[in-house]
């Protein structure tokens, strides 16, 4: 350190050095410069990274912390993927659980008469000017076509319709015609029948079936097999008073 | 003074040119810079004192940056880079802190 150097003279030194003309090895020097702000300034341009300036250790620590992560995220990835093929197993069976009880309630509607019918099937007219034909002739041309299969069956008489289903009564009136489920019906009378026409109408024609028995008490009788049949007519059901179901076992050994 | 401009051209280089530093040189890069800082320091220092000389600045210049780096570098191949590192920064802040305060002096005289 120079102590014999005044301020004065140190500030003289610096403005003669700024302003001095270029000499031998400005040029190398002005390169150094160059270089030395080049540098400079890309370094401090550069991403400031983090783990650049982490030690070993630390970098080890990060390391194991992100391989836990990874492993606490994989874990929570086939969790979850667990849980969704759960729920998409679920939704499957609940989706075939539906169609089979909206299946089963279309079924139970046109047994129970509660939904409107249409199919192949026969049609019976009978004409009954004497009004011969009493509820057990009825009641046995019915039975003739359940017997033969039928599925949903309509008698129309008088502008009236019922349905005819497992609790229908046929009973006489005494002025004439027949009361079907507490309908009173008149002739002419029209039965309707969805089945296999094919069986429908030969077991109606039957020898000793239905159709003579028409015949003999007086009516005249013609049964068409070629139609689309509509059972349109519904029949009120009402929630059972007295029964119940039964056991689960007893069901299950009834039903199968 | 021409220099000095050099200096500025360098500094608008780097930012406008937009250069990604070489894996291979990045961690001699800062002490190369801390080295010629140094070396920058002490020129300062020596136009102060009436004493700069063009050859002395660039011979040292080059041989202080050239230094740090290799022994940075068989820090490095040694395992002990950080801590050669480190101890080159030490050595060489300790010199720029006191090129900076002799330069101080001179100027202001305290």
Same mark, same amino acid.
């Given at each position: ?29 002005? /390169? ?32 194991? %912390? ?7 995220? %994989?874990?929570?990835? +086939? ?5 969704? %093929? ?22 139970? !509607? ?8 249409? !199919? &192949? ?7 009954? &000017?004497?009004?011969?034909?009493? !509820? ?5 041309? /019915? ?11 309509? @008698? ?34 029209? /039965? ?14 039957? &020898? ?12 005249? /009788? %013609?049964?068409?097999?070629?139609? @689309? ?10 929630? &059972? +008073? ?15 | ?6 200096? *500025? ?5 780097? *930012? ?9 040189? #990045?961690?001699?890069?800062? =002490?190369?810079? =801390? ?13 102060? #004192? ?23 570098? *068989? ?13 080159? $920064? *030490?050595?060489?802040? $300790? ?16």
């Amino acid at each position: 350190m120079s102590t014999d150097t005044t301020p004065a003279q140190a500030r003289a030194r610096l403005s003669q050095a700024l302003t001095s003309r270029p000499r031998r090895g400005t040029a190398l020097i002005t /390169v150094l410069f160059v270089i030395v702000g080049f540098v400079a300034a890309v370094q401090f341009a550069a991403p400031d990274d983090v783990l650049d300036r982490a030690s070993r250790t630390d970098l080890i620590q990060i390391l194991n %912390s992100l391989d836990t992560r990874s492993d606490q995220l %994989s874990e929570e990835i +086939s969790r979850l993927e667990a849980t969704r %093929s759960e729920l998409l197993a679920g939704a499957d069976s609940s989706e075939a659980a539906q169609a089979e009880a909206e299946a089963r309630l279309e079924t139970l !509607g046109i047994l129970a008469g509660t939904v409107a019918a249409e !199919g &192949p099937g026969v049609e019976l007219a009978i004409s009954d &000017p004497a009004g011969a034909v009493d !509820g057990s002739t009825m009641l046995s041309v /019915v039975q003739e076509l359940r017997d033969a299969g039928a599925e949903a069956i309509q @008698i129309d008489g008088n502008q009236r319709s019922v349905r005819v289903v497992a609790s229908s009564a046929f009973v006489d009136v005494p002025s004439g015609g027949v009361s079907v489920a507490g309908i009173a019906l008149s002739p002419p009378y029209s /039965v309707l029948a969805i089945g296999d026409p094919g069986t429908l109408a030969p077991a109606l024609r039957i &020898p000793g079936g239905a159709v003579s028995a028409l015949e003999g008490a007086g009516a005249t /009788v %013609s049964v068409r097999d070629d139609a @689309i049949v509509v059972v349109d007519a519904l029949q009120e059901t009402s929630p &059972p +008073s007295y029964a119940s179901p039964a056991e689960p076992e007893t069901a299950e050994s009834d039903r199968g | 003074m021409i220099p000095v401009l050099g200096l *500025v051209v360098g500094i608008l280089l780097g *930012v406008v040119l937009d250069v990604t530093v070489p894996a291979a040189f #990045e961690p001699y890069l800062p =002490i190369a810079l =801390i080295a010629s800082l140094d070396a920058l320091l002490g020129a300062g220092r020596a136009t102060l #004192e009436g004493v700069f000389d063009d050859r002395v600045f660039v011979v040292s210049f080059l041989s202080n940056v050239l230094l740090a780096t290799l022994i940075v570098f *068989v820090g490095n191949q040694l395992g002990v880079g950080a801590q050669l590192t480190t101890a080159v $920064i *030490v050595v060489l802040g $300790i010199r720029i802190f006191t090129n900076a305060a002799a330069m101080r002096r001179l100027l202001l005289g305290a």
